[in-house]
DNA sequence: GTCTATAAGCAGATAGAC
DNA sequence: GTCTATCTGCTTATAGAC
């Protein structure tokens, strides 16, 4: 493995562990035990550095979506991905942390993250849009009922694990992540067929149990 | 209104309008037209001041709480107290932009607003209660279906305009405000009595075409 | 590709005069 | 309460040797 893809890999794990902001250039290159200006080789400032981590987010996410959503979408499918998916996000989790800073600081990565975002609410929507027309889902009242789901879902998605770090458990657990899952079917059981819901609430509780605190 | 005021009235304007990590106290002091020394004077630190501004974040959110949570819970009043809930939000969104950092860096800021944030669920999810009791609401048939839908509506809340922000609109308005109140009914919609939910939908709408972007 | 050495700048914070 | 002056420590980033 080349000096690059170290650095990545370990930028990745201090970001995540200590914040999107803590790690300095100094830093990494000194844990890795290579000099500043090896760093600046690789990479020509920080920005690139998190624009490369960004890229492996995008990568996973966008297999993710292509290998999971398939329709027609069945309830452990469904379970499954979105646990998948919040895998991901803790993969990534000092993305989601620092967002606005990162953004803000960083035009091209801003750019970015739109793009993708943007289509992953229209993915997220058309996920339940599927589940109405393979009669999984009941379809809701109002207009833009659906466009709305995808979206509260989107924000669940994304800001669930800050969410479980700023309110101070010691220590984040996969039972952490199952909660998330859970917090986004509560969005979606209103609508959803009851022995869908049961199925999914099942892998849920099935993933629990395999990982006992 | 003295320097210590002064200091926080501009560091809000500036921490808001530029991210809670850009300005620094060298340059508040300067902006200000007084010496480092004198905003030292007032303030032990940097994170002093932070604290000082998420005091008045918090006894706005409880005023708003104490005032516009009275039972029984009307729609015009519901409505209203989500969009008071935002102008709060709006008013010191540099704190929910930079949260994780924040609260990082500071152990006694990170307890006071976990402190807050327990509280403010347990209210949210007390207005649905109370939605329920007064026959506004169908209960959700799921066991913690009351406690889900407060949760879920605090991450809504405490993240819309972080979303609004990073989805790079050039000027974020009133009615993304607006349209922020309305994902949050769409959390409710489903269990709403119809009549409620129009009338709470209602206010809303005149507020759109008050604000004529 | 990798190193050493260091520039340049800015941050938070303090001492001590007035 | 407010000032001037300054210190310390950190960061990103670069120049140029190997």
Redesign the interface.
Known sequence: MGNRDRILELSLKLLNEE????AGTTRIAQVLGISPGNLYYHFRNREAIVRGLFAGLEAEFRAMMVDDVVPPILPERFAAFYLRSFDVAWNYRFFF?????L??QDEEL?AS??QL?AWAIDELEGIVRQLVKDGSMEK???KN?LR??G??TW??W???I??V????RDQVTRDDMIEGV??IF??L???LDPAFEKAARRVLTRELRSNPT
């Not at 942390?97 to 800073?101: I, P, T």
């Not at 770090?165 to 101070?168: L, R």
């Open positions: 914040g999107a902001q803590a942390g620092g967002l606005h800073h953004l803000r801003a993250y739109r975002q809701p009242r109002s009922g709305s789901l979206l509260n924000i669940i994304m800001n669930w800050r969410f770090q700023i309110s101070g859970g917090q509560d969005l059981v209103p609508y």
